[in-house]
């Protein structure tokens, strides 16, 4: 759990970093907390009935090969070059999602 976790916020973190080095542009920065901050808010109103309605453990291991998923997008993103914002913005707000329901479950 410990190294999950670190893994987590290392990425969390590397995502602000590279959006600033890519766009030199605070704004931009602020933009990937504002689609953090939808997909957490999104993925507590959905993960509050889908937690009570499914096993915990199971929850946990999907979201676990959800957060890897992403870090793998986020990966390939790089490995080609510059990534798409688009694409930085949308993996940092599935992951938020898939943490907020992670979190609760845990």
């Known amino acids: 759990m410990f ?23 605070t704004t931009a920065v602020g933009l990937l907390g504002l689609s953090g901050l939808l997909g957490q808010v999104t993925g507590t109103i ?3 009935s889908f937690i009570d309605a499914h096993d ?28 798409p914002l688009a694409l930085l913005y949308g993996t940092n707000a599935a992951m938020w999602f898939v943490g907020s329901i992670e979190g609760p479950a845990r």
């Open 3 to 25: 190294v999950s976790e670190l893994g987590y916020q290392f990425t969390r973190v590397a995502l602000y970093i590279q959006v600033f080095a890519q766009t030199n542009s």
């Open 46 to 48: 959905v993960g509050g």
């Open 56 to 83: 915990r453990r199971r929850i946990l291991l999907l979201s676990q090969v959800a957060l890897a998923a992403c870090a793998g997008v986020l990966f390939a993103g790089v490995s080609l070059g510059p990534a």
